[in-house]
């Protein structure tokens, strides 16, 4: 039989594998606005996604601003690519004591001009992260280095939903008639590819009149921007 010291010292060296490396609060927000310069994204007649999430991102860093640090990727039009938007992030400075998450603000666009209201992105439960990459920081590295990959990557997934349903359920208190098209999985490059908790929220529908009503009005925009930090800051 092993004795008391051996069993306590492998326990000592596995408990990390199994601990939560986010069980403190949000330390960074890396917030992007998508799109951008010659890539306008949903366009309807003369509005493009471009300028609305460029303005609802700046209205998010201004309310979350003075309670949590906070980053754009972009701030003015300018083109990003989905890689740069995620080097970026991994890139990103914050206080080891917390842990970063990144938000991408986009407008939705349909064949039909019925679809309306809001969705919420995640990534795919089975997609791994790698976690490391030339542009990784060294405070992610230093956070994630004690952890088994697999297990770290379940941890990211549970953030991802506790805080999708969080945003989902505030942007729904702030606009009840809204409508709510829930929180799905996506196989999208900025999720996959920020080694981070992230949401990708598309925050109407450009091509539905009614939408395109409520995403063309700057105090519409404030107050999803407002609904959104609310959720971020009560995580």
């Known amino acids: ?21 986010f069980k403190s609060d949000i330390s960074l927000v890396v917030i992007d606005a998508g799109h951008g310069g010659k890539d306008p994204g949903a366009v309807s007649g003369d509005i493009e996604e471009k300028d609305i999430v460029l303005n609802v991102s700046k209205y998010l860093f201004d309310a979350l601003k003075d309670n949590v640090n906070c980053v754009l990727t972009r701030d003015k039009d300018e083109y990003l690519s989905l890689q740069e938007r995620c080097d970026f ?49 060294n405070r992610l590295i230093s956070i994630y280095a004690p952890y088994n990959n697999t297990i770290v990557n379940s941890y990211i997934n549970s953030v991802n939903s506790h805080l ?4 989902s ?23 996959n590819q920020t080694f981070m908790p992230s949401l990708l929220i598309e925050i109407g529908f450009i091509t539905n009149e009614d939408d395109r009503e ?19 800051l009560n995580y």
């Open 89 to 137: 992030a991994n890139s990103q400075d914050f206080d080891v004591n917390g842990f970063p998450i990144f938000i991408s603000i986009h407008v939705n666009a349909a064949s039909s001009n019925l679809a309306s209201g809001f969705e919420i992105y995640i990534k795919d439960d089975q997609k791994r992260l790698a976690l490391l990459s030339s542009k990784t920081s």
């Open 214 to 232: 409520k995403l063309t009005n700057i105090n519409w925009q404030k107050k999803m921007a407002d609904a959104i930090a609310s959720a971020i």
């Open 1 to 21: 039989m092993k004795s008391l010291s051996t069993i306590i010292l492998f326990l000592f060296f596995i408990f990390p594998l199994f601990s939560n490396p």
């Open 164 to 167: 999708a349903s969080l945003v």
């Open 169 to 191: 359920s505030s942007i729904s208190k702030t606009f009840p008639q809204y409508k709510n098209r829930g929180v799905k999985e996506g196989d999208l490059w900025v999720l």
